[in-house]
């Protein structure tokens, strides 16, 4: 992290969006047992991951620094849609993808008690959001999710001497990420959603000033140039 009194440092923070897993391609009416943390990409979805190591790996100004302590740091939810894409962007980067608990998906039960649609599973999501605070079936509030993004985001850059993170993660955790990072209420979210696709790439440049709150600037939003190709 660079910066001197008279100029703030600035980290740069790629927020990345899993790319497309088993999970994903699930229709409306079908039923899920429970929630699947092991679901692995699909034929596509490697595609995607590829895809988006490549465009990285090409455009530089995107991602600030070298691999090393003052450049880039690449962080990755522990689940394995997640770990996967984090790899092929580790290769391609030169970096090395360290694996954050704090940046998995929601929280919910292996197995519920009975299963769920799809669009069930949705509905659940949404009314999470209309009641923050609490669970629904042994599911994890809003509230709780967003506490893990913030602790995220005030532990690991703030020990590290890096100017840039790569954040490998899922869609209800990206939108709590950005709502840290752009320091926004809930009322927010309940209103406009965060379109997050996969492998769909968000930037958010924050600007550390000691005498000041952060500042913080949504840079771009859902980026899916890489998938041209691949569509």
């Given at each position: 992290?660079?910066?001197?009194?008279?100029?703030?440092?600035?980290?740069?923070?790629?927020?990345?969006?899993?790319?497309?897993?088993?999970?994903?391609?699930?229709?409306?009416?079908?039923?899920?047992?429970?929630?699947?943390?092991?679901?692995?990409?699909?034929?596509?979805?490697?595609?995607?991951?590829?895809?988006?190591?490549?465009?990285?790996?090409?455009?530089?100004?995107?991602?600030?620094?070298?691999?090393?302590?003052?450049?880039?740091?690449?962080?990755?939810?522990?689940?394995?849609?997640?770990?996967?894409?984090?790899?092929?962007?580790?290769?391609?980067?030169?970096?090395?993808?360290?694996?954050?608990?704090?940046?998995?998906e929601?929280?919910?039960?292996?197995?519920?008690?009975?299963?769920?649609?799809?669009?069930?599973?949705?509905?659940?999501?949404?009314?999470r959001?209309?009641?923050?605070?609490?669970?629904?079936?042994?599911?994890?509030?809003?509230?709780?999710?967003?506490?893990?993004?913030?602790?995220?985001?005030?532990?690991?850059?703030?020990?590290?001497?890096?100017?840039?993170?790569?954040?490998?993660?899922h869609?209800?955790?990206?939108?709590?990420?950005?709502?840290?990072?752009?320091?926004?209420?809930?009322?927010?979210?309940?209103?406009?959603?965060?379109?997050?696709?996969?492998?769909g790439?968000?930037?958010?440049?924050?600007?550390?000033?000691?005498?000041?709150?952060?500042?913080?600037?949504?840079?771009?939003?859902?980026?899916?140039?890489?998938?041209?190709?691949?569509?």
């Amino acid at each position: 992290m660079t910066g001197t009194a008279d100029t703030p440092a600035t980290q740069r923070f790629l927020l990345v969006r899993h790319a497309q897993a088993q999970v994903n391609v699930l229709a409306d009416d079908d039923l899920m047992d429970g929630y699947d943390t092991d679901a692995d990409l699909t034929p596509l979805g490697r595609e995607q991951a590829r895809a988006l190591a490549g465009h990285l790996a090409r455009d530089r100004a995107s991602w600030p620094g070298p691999a090393g302590p003052q450049g880039c740091r690449l962080y990755t939810s522990p689940l394995r849609r997640a770990v996967r894409t984090a790899e092929a962007l580790a290769g391609a980067l030169g970096l090395t993808a360290v694996r954050d608990a704090r940046l998995a998906e929601v929280r919910a039960p292996h197995r519920f008690p009975r299963p769920l649609a799809v669009r069930e599973w949705d509905a659940l999501l949404e009314e999470r959001l209309r009641h923050p605070e609490r669970e629904f079936a042994g599911v994890e509030s809003w509230a709780a999710q967003r506490a893990r993004a913030r602790e995220f985001l005030r532990e690991c850059p703030a020990g590290s001497a890096a100017t840039g993170f790569v954040v490998v993660s899922h869609a209800e955790t990206i939108q709590a990420l950005l709502m840290e990072l752009l320091n926004l209420g809930d009322g927010v979210l309940r209103s406009a959603r965060f379109k997050v696709s996969n492998t769909g790439v968000f930037i958010v440049d924050r600007i550390l000033d000691e005498t000041e709150e952060p500042c913080s600037s949504l840079v771009v939003a859902n980026s899916k140039s890489h998938l041209a190709r691949t569509a």
